[in-house]
């Protein structure tokens, strides 16, 4: 048989044979089914890794293997890795592990400190070295701002930040930068600074927390001397704390004034901890 006979028989063949429509609707049904299948398969997975790390918080599944995933700090534990937690009340901010406390000469800071109750200060101008940072946990000051914004629902006044040009060890002159959180609820201030190089003051100030189940130990050296511990004492029980007075001698101290607490001032606590207080004997 030659090809044209070939081609003649086909085309009768398919004059004879009845063709009916292409059936559109079971293929969208059947595509849509697959369309269902693979949004659930992902849809579970999605809910499977939710879950997981609602639940587990630190797996995640890669090519079938669980693969650890960093998580961040749980609520009621804002530390970060390597930080730790200094505040009055229930507000403290986080700070280096590897910072100084109160580590000051005449009131300037002489390596990366954190300041809660540094007590009398010589009278002396010392430059702040080059890229010092520091923390200062104070009082509001006697013109207070208003509120302008909340840190885990307690208002807050953001001070924004602000550079001078001041003088450094070396006697060239460099920006001096600090910016403050006012805290009225707890007539506290804290004011974040650095000279030179370093953190933004703004971003050092982004580890304010709230913590509601700690504690701040208060400070007690800005109190007057015959009459701190009664304040000071006063001032524990205000914050649902239990003093423990030891008595030791201190010469030249006035009898019954404060001379040390237990833990340091700005050391965050559970609520209802014992701070022991001593005084002079």
């Known amino acids: 048989m030659n090809e044209a006979?070939?081609?003649?028989?086909?085309?009768?063949?398919?004059?004879?044979?009845?063709?009916?429509?292409?059936?559109?609707?079971a293929m969208r049904s059947g595509a849509a089914r697959i369309r269902r299948r693979r949004t659930a398969v992902w849809?579970?997975?999605?809910?499977?890794?939710?879950?997981?790390?609602?639940?587990?918080?630190?797996?995640?599944?890669?090519?079938?293997?669980?693969?650890v995933v960093p998580q961040p700090p749980v609520a009621?534990?804002?530390?970060?890795?390597?930080?730790?937690?200094?505040?009055?009340?229930?507000?403290?901010?986080?700070v280096p592990k590897t910072w100084a406390t109160n580590k000051l000469h005449c009131g300037t800071p002489t390596v990366?400190?954190?300041?809660?109750?540094?007590?009398?200060?010589?009278?002396?101008?010392?430059?702040?070295?080059?890229?010092?940072?520091?923390?200062?946990?104070?009082?509001?000051?006697?013109?207070?701002?208003?509120?302008?914004?909340?840190i885990d629902g307690v208002p807050v006044a953001k001070q924004?930040?602000?550079?001078?040009?001041?003088?450094?060890?070396?006697?060239?002159?460099?920006?001096?930068?600090?910016?403050?959180?006012?805290?009225?609820?707890?007539?506290?201030?804290i004011t974040a600074a650095v000279q030179g190089e370093g953190m933004e003051p703004?971003?050092?100030?982004?580890?304010v927390f709230v913590v509601p189940d700690l504690t701040?130990?208060?400070?007690?050296?800005?109190?007057?001397?015959?009459?701190?511990?009664?304040?000071y004492l006063a001032a524990l029980k205000a914050d649902g704390l239990v003093p423990e007075i030891v008595s030791k001698p201190a010469p030249g101290v006035p009898k019954g004034s404060v001379t040390a607490v237990s833990p340091v001032a700005g050391t965050m606590v559970p609520n209802g901890s014992t701070v022991t207080v001593t005084v002079a004997g």
């Open 160 to 189: 924004p930040e602000a550079c001078t040009l001041v003088g450094s060890l070396t006697g060239q002159k460099v920006n001096f930068c600090s910016a403050s959180v006012q805290i009225p609820s707890l007539k506290l201030t």
């Open 112 to 150: 990366d400190s954190v300041i809660v109750d540094p007590g009398p200060q010589g009278y002396c101008l010392v430059p702040r070295a080059a890229g010092v940072e520091s923390i200062e946990l104070g009082p509001l000051p006697a013109d207070p701002a208003e509120p302008n914004a909340e």
């Open 202 to 207: 703004t971003q050092m100030l982004e580890r």
């Open 76 to 94: 009621g534990n804002p530390v970060p890795e390597g930080m730790r937690l200094v505040g009055l009340g229930h507000v403290a901010i986080a």
């Open 5 to 25: 006979k070939l081609t003649e028989l086909l085309e009768r063949a398919g004059d004879r044979t009845a063709v009916n429509p292409p059936p559109i609707d």
């Open 216 to 231: 701040g130990v208060p400070g007690f050296q800005t109190l007057d001397l015959e009459t701190s511990q009664a304040k």
């Open 43 to 67: 849809s579970a997975a999605g809910t499977a890794l939710a879950v997981a790390a609602v639940i587990g918080g630190s797996t995640a599944l890669t090519n079938n293997t669980t693969t």
